[in-house]
C-alpha cells in the first residue's frame, strides 16, 4: 500500500510468479570440497564425451583431467572405470536445495535444474530419491604445492590480496589471510571463471565491452606467458578473473558479489521500498504470522539493486535496515532509517518529504557522467476484496515522457515473463499517467525519471505467493533488472 501524496489513494495488485531461468552454474559450498561426483565412462569415449553426457562442456576439462590423473584430454578413457567429475556431491536435507547448500536463492535454483537434468536423463536418481545433490563448477581449479601460501598459489595465476575473499569463501578457509599455508596437493578453486571460446574476439565471444575485453586478453596472455594455459583461440575456453564487489546493505549471503557487465556504468538507480520504520504500510495475516508491505518492499528492492550493480549501475537505497533474507516470512519491526542514518518520521507528509530531500541531495551532488538516472518507488497494496486478483500497476508523472517510456517498458518485461508462465490467464495491467493535481508526491518532487510500482493484494492468498515465496521475489528483481537494461539501451539511441 502506498504512501498516499495530495491525499490520494491509488491501489493495484501483480500476479508473478515463478520463472526457473537457468544461469551458469555456480561454485559449490565449501565444505562439499572434497567429495565428487562420479561416473563410469561408455567405450570408445573420451574425456569431453563423459562431460558432455552429464550436461558438462569444454570449460571443465581441465577440471576434470586434474581430478582424475589425465595426462592426455583427448585420448579415450577406460570403459567402466569410474572417473571423478568436477561436480561435487551434497547431502540433501530433505527440506529445500538452498537450505541443503547453504547458498543464495538464486545458485541454489540453478543446482536444483541441473539436478533435475541429470533426473530426466537418467544419469542419477532424483534428489528426493538418493539425498545426494549434484553442485556442477565452473572455477579453474589449481594444485597447492609444499609450503605454498594462499598469497602464492594467487600470485602465480596473476591474481592478488583482491580476491582473498573470494578464495577463502570458496575453498572453506576460515579468514582471508594471505600468509595461511595451503595443503600440499590439494586441489583448490581459484576466483577464476572459465567460459567458451567461440570467436572471432574475446569481446564479441563473452559480451563484454571494449575495455572489459582488454583486461580479460591481457590476463589470458599473462597465463599463456607463464605457461599455465593455451591462448583461447587454442584451447577454446578463456579465463576470465572475478571482477568482486562489496556492499553490506545486501546481507552476509550476497554482500560480495561479482560485475558481469558493465553495460550499465553510467547509470544510477535510486530504489525506495515503500513505507518503514514507524509506518509498515499495509499487513495481513498467513499460517499464524503476520506479513507486512514494508519488509516485502524493502528485500524485493534489495534483490533488485543487487541485479543492477552486477551490470555496473550505482545503487542508492533509499532505506536502511536488514540485507537480503531468503525466509518465507520476514519480521515485521519498525528498526528501518534512511541510508544516511535519519529517522524516519512518525508523519506522514514528513516521512515523504525526507524521502524525495534524500534522493535530490545525493543526485545534485552526483558525478555529470553519469547521465542516465532513475527513480523506482516498489510497493505492495491493498484491496479489501480478497477474491480480487489483478497484477501489476505503474505510475509515472504526466509530463515525464520518460517516465511513461520507463513504466512502459517495465510492464512490457514483466507481461512477457508472466505470459511464458500462465499463459491462461489474461495479464491484468495498467499505467498511470499522474497529472499535477492528483499524483504521487514522490514521483513529482525527484529530479529524475521516477515510476512507483504496485505488486500484487497482499490480502490475497494467491497473490502473496508472488513475495512470500522467495524464488518469486528474486524473479521479480531480475525482471525489473532486465526492463531498466532495455530502457537503458532505449533511451541511448
Request: aromatic share 8%; proline share 5%.
Amino acid at each position: 500500500m502506498i504512501d498516499p501524496g495530495n491525499d490520494v489513494i491509488r491501489r493495484a495488485c501483480t500476479a508473478l510468479l515463478v520463472t526457473l531461468l537457468v544461469a551458469a552454474v555456480p561454485a559449490a559450498p565449501a565444505h562439499a570440497a572434497d567429495r565428487h561426483a562420479e561416473a563410469a565412462a561408455l567405450a570408445a569415449e573420451s574425456p569431453l564425451d563423459l562431460l558432455q553426457r552429464h550436461g558438462l562442456d569444454r570449460r571443465h576439462l581441465r577440471a576434470f583431467t586434474l581430478l582424475n590423473g589425465i595426462a592426455d584430454a583427448r585420448g579415450p578413457l577406460i570403459a567402466g572405470k569410474l572417473y571423478r567429475l568436477p561436480a561435487f556431491v551434497v547431502p540433501f536435507d530433505g527440506e529445500r536445495v538452498q537450505t541443503s547448500l547453504e547458498l543464495p536463492m538464486t545458485e541454489a535454483i540453478d543446482v536444483r535444474d541441473h539436478n533435475a537434468w541429470l533426473a530426466r536423463a537418467g544419469l542419477k536418481p532424483p534428489i528426493t530419491d538418493d539425498h545426494a545433490i549434484w553442485v556442477p563448477y565452473d572455477h579453474v581449479l589449481a594444485r597447492a604445492e609444499a609450503g605454498q601460501s594462499v598469497a602464492d598459489l594467487l600470485g602465480r595465476y596473476a591474481l592478488d590480496g583482491r580476491q582473498l575473499s573470494a578464495f577463502a569463501q570458496l575453498n572453506g578457509l576460515p579468514r582471508p589471510d594471505g600468509t595461511a599455508a595451503l595443503a600440499a596437493g590439494r586441489l583448490y578453486r581459484l576466483p577464476v571463471h572459465i567460459r567458451p571460446y567461440a570467436g572471432p574476439t574475446i569481446r564479441q565471444a563473452l559480451s563484454v565491452s571494449a575495455e572489459s575485453a582488454w583486461r580479460i586478453g591481457a590476463y589470458n596472455r599473462t597465463l599463456a606467458d607463464r605457461g599455465l594455459k593455451p591462448q583461447p583461440w587454442d584451447d577454446h575456453v578463456v579465463w576470465v578473473p572475478y571482477e568482486l564487489h562489496e556492499n553490506p546493505a545486501f546481507g552476509r549471503y550476497y554482500a560480495q558479489y561479482e560485475q558481469v557487465s558493465d553495460e550499465l556504468r553510467d547509470c544510477v538507480f535510486y530504489l525506495s521500498p515503500g513505507h518503514g520504520g514507524p509506518d509498515p504500510g499495509t499487513s495481513a495475516n498467513r499460517e499464524g504470522e503476520r506479513i507486512c508491505e514494508d519488509e516485502y518492499a524493502y528485500d524485493i528492492a534489495l534483490r533488485l539493486g543487487r541485479e543492477l550493480a552486477r551490470h555496473g549501475a550505482r545503487v542508492e537505497m533509499v532505506l536502511a535496515d536488514e540485507g537480503i533474507r531468503d525466509t518465507k516470512f520476514l519480521t515485521c519491526d519498525r528498526d528501518e532509517r534512511f541510508s544516511d542514518g535519519t529517522r524516519i518520521s512518525a508523519d506522514q507528509a514528513t516521512r515523504l518529504q525526507q524521502r524525495v530531500d534524500l534522493v535530490n541531495r545525493i543526485d545534485a551532488g552526483l558525478d555529470p557522467s553519469m547521465t542516465h538516472r532513475r527513480f523506482l518507488a516498489i510497493h505492495i497494496d491493498f484491496r479489501a476484496d480478497r477474491d480480487r486478483r489483478v497484477d501489476f500497476d505503474l505510475y509515472h508523472h504526466a509530463s515525464s515522457e520518460a517516465g511513461r517510456r520507463l513504466a512502459a517498458i517495465l510492464q512490457a518485461t514483466i507481461e512477457r515473463h508472466y505470459d511464458a508462465r500462465l499463459g491462461g490467464r489474461n495479464f491484468v495491467g495498467r499505467i498511470v499517467g499522474q497529472t499535477e493535481d492528483a499524483d504521487f508526491y514522490v514521483i513529482r518532487e525527484t529530479r529524475m525519471p521516477a515510476v512507483l510500482l504496485e505488486l500484487a493484494n497482499i490480502n490475497n492468498e494467491l497473490d502473496q505467493l508472488k513475495f512470500i515465496v522467495i524464488d518469486s521475489r528474486q524473479r521479480i528483481a531480475e525482471w525489473l533488472c532486465e526492463g531498466l537494461i532495455a530502457d537503458r539501451e532505449r533511451a541511448a539511441r
